[in-house]
Structure formats: structure tokens, C-alpha cells
């Protein structure tokens, strides 16, 4: 199983930044996959994440109408459109699978992750 996340960079406060992550080795239609970021000295939260059919989501109440999650199953990608960016979204940011969403941060399997900056 593998979790290719991309798509992190430095941006500037109220920004824009899409994240995607492609899965291989198994198939997303049976699994709720999501992201969780972890920032400097502090602990993996969730973000956001997407059931197996797409029906249901969940976001972190600090992300809520600024982060939109989508799936596309034919090419096993998720997505994680990041819109006004603030400082205190900076982290590194892991594609991550459950079976469950959201996701249990101490369950969840996770790749390499990609750092998001937000700065001036």
C-alpha cells in the first residue's frame, strides 16, 4: 500500500493550495481516506477525510469553509483544496486511510507527507 501525497509549498496568508495523494496497491472504493498534518512540537491531528463512496465527510471545526476534500475513484486520488490559508495551518500535511471516517489518527495507515508553509 502505498500514499504519494504532493502539491504543499509556501504560501502567502489567505492563499490557495491543492493537495493530492494517489493510492496504489489497493483499491479507495472500500476505504475512507483523509488527511492529518502535524505542525512543530505539536501532535497529528485530522483534517479532513472522505468516506469510500464519497457520501460522507468530515473536517476539523479550524479548517470548516475553507478546506473542500474530493475523491476521483477511477484514479484512485484525493484531494484537498485549501483555500484561505493562515499561519496556523502550517504543518506537514499525510494522506492517510481508514476504515473508518474520520479518520483515528492512532489507526490510520499514512505516507510521506508534504509541508504546507503559510507565510509573509
Known amino acids: 500500500v502505498q500514499l504519494q501525497a504532493s502539491g504543499g509549498g509556501l504560501v502567502q496568508p489567505g492563499g490557495s493550495l491543492r493537495l493530492s495523494c494517489a493510492a496504489s496497491?489497493?483499491?479507495?472504493?472500500?476505504?475512507?481516506i483523509g488527511w492529518l498534518r502535524q505542525a512543530l512540537g505539536k501532535e497529528r491531528e485530522g483534517v479532513s477525510c472522505?468516506?469510500?463512496?464519497?457520501?460522507?465527510?468530515y473536517y476539523a471545526d479550524s479548517v470548516k469553509g475553507r478546506f473542500t476534500i474530493s475523491r476521483d475513484n477511477a484514479k484512485n486520488t484525493v484531494y484537498l483544496q485549501m483555500n484561505s490559508l493562515k499561519p496556523e495551518d502550517t504543518a506537514v500535511y499525510y494522506c492517510?486511510?481508514?476504515?473508518?471516517?474520520?479518520?483515528?489518527?492512532?489507526?490510520?495507515?499514512w505516507g510521506r507527507g508534504t509541508q504546507v508553509t503559510v507565510s509573509s
Open positions: 496497491a489497493f483499491t479507495l472504493d472500500y476505504y475512507a
Open positions: 472522505i468516506s469510500g463512496s464519497g457520501s460522507n465527510t
Open positions: 492517510a486511510t481508514d476504515l473508518i471516517c474520520p479518520l483515528r489518527v492512532d489507526h490510520a495507515y
